[in-house]
């Protein structure tokens, strides 16, 4: 079984940073490639970010791109989300997911969810 923690989120204003954790524990973090996963109240659940198993590997969301970062460190079993310039359109609870290789976008291809993080952004 594999158990994941995010941490990081909080109430800020529009243009402030902040970053994002998740801690996974459970079996070994290197052999799972992790995904940003985001939902607002009334929306579906949208892609954020994923790294593969080196973290030279990373997409985005194409409208997150340049302000949003994704890495990972192996030696510390967590994935970060570090996240600049936020706008009130980045409220959302933000959830980290694991899976298996290879990299998709898609949330049903994810097998392992944390809890989520609020994050709220005020203008």
């Known amino acids: 079984q594999v158990q994941l923690v995010e941490s990081g989120g909080g109430l800020v204003q529009a243009g402030d940073s902040l970053r994002l954790s998740c801690v996974v524990s459970?079996?070994?973090?290197?052999?799972?490639?992790m995904g940003w996963f985001r939902q607002a109240p009334g929306k579906e659940r949208e892609f954020v970010a994923n790294?593969?198993?080196?973290?030279?590997?990373?997409r985005y969301a194409d409208s997150l791109k340049g302000r949003f970062t994704i890495s990972r460190d192996n030696a510390k079993n967590t994935v970060y989300l570090q996240m600049n310039s936020l706008k009130p359109e980045d409220t959302a609870a933000y959830y980290c997911?694991?899976?298996?290789?290879?990299?998709?976008?898609?949330?049903?291809?994810?097998?392992?969810w944390g809890q989520g993080t609020q994050v709220t952004v005020s203008s």
């Open positions: 459970g079996r070994t973090f290197s052999r799972y490639v």
């Open positions: 790294v593969g198993l080196i973290d030279t590997m990373t």
């Open positions: 997911a694991a899976k298996t290789d290879p990299l998709y976008k898609v949330s049903g291809a994810y097998d392992y």
